[in-house]
């Protein structure tokens, strides 16, 4: 198991950037498949994005080509890089940790975008 730690959220306008950060403890973090969840107001929580621990990548039709998920297992962290963010993305973020353990959840960061 591990506990994971998201950082990076706030407000920003239509057409921005930001980037959301998960920060990870234990050792077994390398063999974790990892992921990223948003709950949108008025809408079932929904997958963001997924990256395993062998690095291959997939995302929700509704950003993909905007966002990006990449892990570095030397830092035990995860990121989704995102971009041309639309009001539609606001929500709360939350990073997962998936292995033979169960499933790991952060407490989320808040992502608001203005229009």
């Known amino acids: 198991q591990v506990q994971l730690v998201e950082s990076g959220g706030g407000l920003v306008q239509a057409g921005g950037s930001l980037r959301l950060s998960c920060a990870a403890s234990g050792s077994r973090f390398s063999i974790a498949d990892m992921g990223w969840y948003r709950q949108v107001p008025g809408k079932q929580r929904e997958l963001v994005a997924t990256i395993t621990s062998g690095g291959s990548a997939t995302y929700a039709d509704a950003v993909k080509g905007r966002f990006t998920i990449s892990r570095d297992n030397a830092k035990n962290t995860v990121l989704l890089q995102m971009n041309s963010l639309k009001p539609g993305d606001t929500g709360v973020y939350y990073c997962?940790?998936?292995?033979?353990?169960?499933?790991?959840w952060g407490r989320g960061t808040q992502v608001t975008v203005s229009s």
């Open positions: 997962t940790a998936e292995a033979d353990w169960g499933t790991n």
